[in-house]
């Protein structure tokens, strides 16, 4: 059964951390690249993170730039996005993505982070 399985959020004070982690199962993930995405209520889903298929390359969005970062662990299979200096702004449901050419993305189910004092 292919699937992707987010864990690590939860309610987390302003300032404070937590790192989120992506299971990957029924497929080869080291073949995927991968990204985090997150959806506050409201507005439109959009992309925190992106990590290529062998970590070498990473990207983030303006907002979590130097506060965020994404890693993989391929012999895991499973990704990760470590954020820190959380914000209130951070407060959404985060989704990790596995995306290969030619192939349908996809989508874990996704773990809400509440940041909130």
């Known amino acids: 059964q292919v699937q992707l399985v987010e864990s690590g959020g939860g309610l987390v004070e302003p300032g404070g951390s937590l790192r989120l982690s992506c299971a990957a199962s029924g497929f080869t993930f080291s073949s995927y690249d991968m990204s985090w995405y997150r959806q506050a209520p409201g507005k439109e889903r959009e992309l925190v993170a992106s990590?290529?298929?062998?970590?070498?390359?990473?990207n983030y969005a303006d907002p979590v730039r130097g506060r965020f970062i994404i890693s993989r662990d391929n012999g895991k299979n499973t990704g990760y996005l470590q954020m820190n200096s959380l914000k209130p702004e951070d407060t959404a449901v985060y989704y990790c993505k596995a995306a290969r050419i030619l192939l349908n993305d996809l989508w874990g189910q996704g773990t809400q982070v509440t940041v909130s004092s």
């Open positions: 990590i290529t298929r062998t970590g070498g390359i990473t």
